[in-house]
């Protein structure tokens, strides 16, 4: 017999969605239409000595995370004959069946000054020659909103993951991908923002046109939002919790100032934002754990943490 969706138990248990985004700083997106697995980093028919490479620049700057991603193939980069100048061009490996491959890599850091760049290759296997400490990317306005639709992976990416991908890609191609596991099965379907390093949770086909719009408009989508990639998860907790009961939507207007850690046992922070450039505002978040259905493909049940956001004693203070 075929158990419940996860993301259909979340959405029926009331999941508060803060403090559930993965913690990254750097992500590295490659373009790769080659078939996914489940775990799709690992079972692909990329050259060893490729993913040996992305696995070193992975390990090489702490935060950093892998993610593949496609689109349609009239719009892959892959199907451009251009790539960067100079020593990108270079190669010397063996040939493989995905040799002469066009293909783009991006470099997305998050944050309040955040950057894309990217190399552009004539070849997959023509990564492996570039050393990005010596040879770094060039800027790109790159803009993208990534859909996890890795359907063997979990199978809430697929029912839910895939018809907002392709309602996104209808209406914004330029910012529309398919990508690989993002973390979190239970909050399908779940969408990153890049450069903002904003994740999404619970989207659906009538939400993700607003999503855009929200993007477009230089803002967030509040009721789906989960918190950004590059704060730790308590302070996604108090940033989501703050935002809609101040309705910020503004992604200046709450600015990560300070967290500490004020116990162990229950774990307790304490975080402060700069609230709209005016005054402090000081928040408590408490985790708790508990068993929750985290994945249907199979069914597992695993612990997880949930977060409690109260404002602190210390309360609001003016900025003088």
């Given at each position: 017999m075929i158990g419940p969706f996860c993301c259909e138990e979340g959405r029926s248990d009331g999941d508060?969605?803060?403090?559930?985004?993965?913690?990254?700083?750097?992500?590295?997106?490659?373009?790769?239409?080659?078939?996914?697995?489940?775990?799709?980093?690992?079972?692909?028919?990329?050259?060893?000595?490729?993913?040996d490479w992305l696995a070193r620049e992975v390990e090489r700057v702490p935060g950093s995370r892998l993610l593949f991603i496609r689109r349609s193939p009239e719009r892959a980069f892959s199907s451009s004959s251009e790539s960067s100048e100079g020593p990108h061009q270079a190669s010397a490996v063996t040939p493989h069946p995905s040799a002469g491959t066009p293909g783009v890599l991006f470099i997305v850091e998050p944050g309040d000054q955040s950057r894309v760049r990217e190399i552009r290759v004539g070849s997959l296997e023509h990564l492996v020659a570039i050393d990005l400490e010596k040879s770094p990317p060039v800027a790109s306005e790159q803009r993208f909103l990534l859909t996890c639709t890795n359907a063997r992976r979990d199978r809430c990416c697929a029912k839910y993951g895939v018809p907002v991908y392709q309602k996104l890609s209808k209406l914004a191609p330029d910012w529309a991908w398919e990508c690989t596991h993002t973390g979190g099965h239970r909050y399908a379907a779940s969408v990153i923002a890049l450069p903002e390093g904003a994740y999404y949770g619970f989207l659906d086909e009538a939400s993700a046109p607003r999503l855009l719009e929200a993007h477009r408009r230089g803002q967030l989508l509040l009721n789906h939002y989960r918190g950004r990639s590059f704060h730790p998860r308590p302070v996604q907790a108090a940033d989501v919790w703050l935002r809609r009961e101040e309705d910020l939507l503004g992604w200046d207007d709450l600015r990560w100032v300070s967290s500490e850690s004020l116990s162990t046992a229950p774990a307790v922070w304490r975080v402060a934002f700069e609230v709209l450039g005016r005054c402090r505002e000081t928040l408590d978040v408490t985790e708790s754990v508990t068993s929750r259905l985290t994945s249907c493909s199979p069914q597992k049940y695993k612990d997880g943490a949930s977060f409690h956001v109260t404002r602190s004693p210390r309360g609001r203070a003016d900025i003088l």
């Open positions: 508060f969605l803060g403090g559930t985004a993965a913690e990254v700083t750097r992500w590295l997106l490659l373009e790769y239409a080659g078939p996914w697995g489940r775990d799709a980093i690992a079972d692909n028919d990329l050259p060893t000595s490729v993913r």
